[in-house]
């Protein structure tokens, strides 16, 4: 089946870093975009970074600007969003999605981009 499958998560120190990867399954990433949220129990998920198939074209959240990198790696059907110097409040649910012939345009328009396939998530927790 087509799907999306996060990695990558866990437990880690404050200002140490992770590398979630977001790999396809069933169908190839090259021609879609790629959005990560995260999302706190109880709180609205949050648009955290976007790549699009092209990968020309790359948007972060003021909050991630500058300490997370997005990129992809079609040979490997895969996206990553590297986090360097991890805060407390980076804490949640990290979720990748894609959407074919992927231009998302900015980090507002990832709320209403037709995401057609979305990870089930992988939970990121930096401690102080």
């Known amino acids: 089946q087509l799907k999306l499958v996060e990695s990558g998560g866990g437990l880690v120190q404050l200002g140490e870093p992770l590398r979630l990867s977001c790999a396809a399954s069933?169908?190839?990433?090259?021609?879609?975009?790629i959005g990560w949220f995260s999302q706190v129990p109880g709180e609205e998920r949050e648009a955290v970074s976007c790549?699009?198939?092209?990968?020309?074209?790359?948007y972060y959240s003021d909050s991630v600007r500058g300490r997370f990198t997005i990129s992809r790696d079609n040979s490997k059907n895969t996206a990553y969003l590297q986090m360097n110097g991890l805060k407390p409040e980076d804490t949640a649910v990290y979720y990748c999605?894609?959407?074919?012939?992927?231009?998302?345009?900015?980090?507002?328009?990832?709320?209403?981009?037709?995401?057609?396939?979305w990870g089930q998530g992988t939970q990121v927790t930096v401690s102080s």
């Open positions: 790549i699009s198939s092209s990968g020309g074209d790359i």
């Open positions: 069933g169908f190839t990433l090259d021609y879609y975009a």
């Open positions: 999605a894609a959407e074919l012939d992927g231009y998302v345009g900015s980090i507002a328009a990832m709320f209403a981009y037709p995401w057609s396939y």
